[in-house]
């Protein structure tokens, strides 16, 4: 081998070696915090009583951070199809990490972002929110039901400001 070679040949082994090594420095198991069942549930209820103030007959699902269901509530009169749609708008929060409905303009047809449409699950349809708590995901939480996806965008915001207090003080 040339100088230059085995100069190449040495950092590559070296970097090869370092490169475990500095994963197992961050150690081999991660933190995060999840929202609690009674907590969710409780943003369920306030988003529920919220679109009920409005006049609207929903379902709301809650869905933890890894877009895993943990509450869905259906009123009397909601259409069938809501609970499935509350579930994939919480599920499309958490998993692209923002509400659906900016998702909903910024995907349209002919949008450099059109193709996320494409993704089993995900629906761009106003109505999702991540919940966040000090930067970091904790939850989703999805409406269906009301007249558009603003006001079910509203419910669900109704829902995560009724339980923002108990989020800042865990954070």
């Given at each position: 081998m040339t100088g230059g070679r085995q100069r190449s040949a040495l950092v590559t082994g070296l970097l090869?070696?370092?490169l475990p090594?500095?994963?197992w420095a961050q150690g081999a198991l991660v933190s995060f915090k999840s929202l609690a069942p009674e907590v969710a549930l409780e943003m369920a209820q306030a988003a529920l009583a919220s679109c009920r103030a409005e006049g609207y007959q929903v379902a709301v699902a809650v869905v933890d951070r890894m877009g895993v269901t943990q509450v869905i509530?259906?009123?009397?009169?909601?259409g069938p199809h809501t609970p499935e749609t509350s579930v994939r708008k919480a599920w499309t929060a958490v998993s692209f990490r923002a509400d659906?409905?900016?998702m909903a303009?910024?995907?349209g047809p002919g949008s450099p972002q059109s193709g996320a449409r494409d993704i089993s699950n995900a629906l761009m349809i106003g109505g999702g929110i991540p919940v966040t708590?000090?930067?970091s995901i904790v939850a989703g939480i999805g409406i269906s039901g009301a007249p558009n996806g603003e006001a079910d965008h509203?419910?669900?915001q109704a829902g995560i400001d009724a339980v923002t207090t108990k989020l800042e003080l865990e954070s």
């Open positions: 090869a070696i370092s090594l500095s994963l509530l259906r009123d009397r009169f909601a659906t409905l900016l303009s910024s995907t708590v000090s930067g509203a419910c669900a």
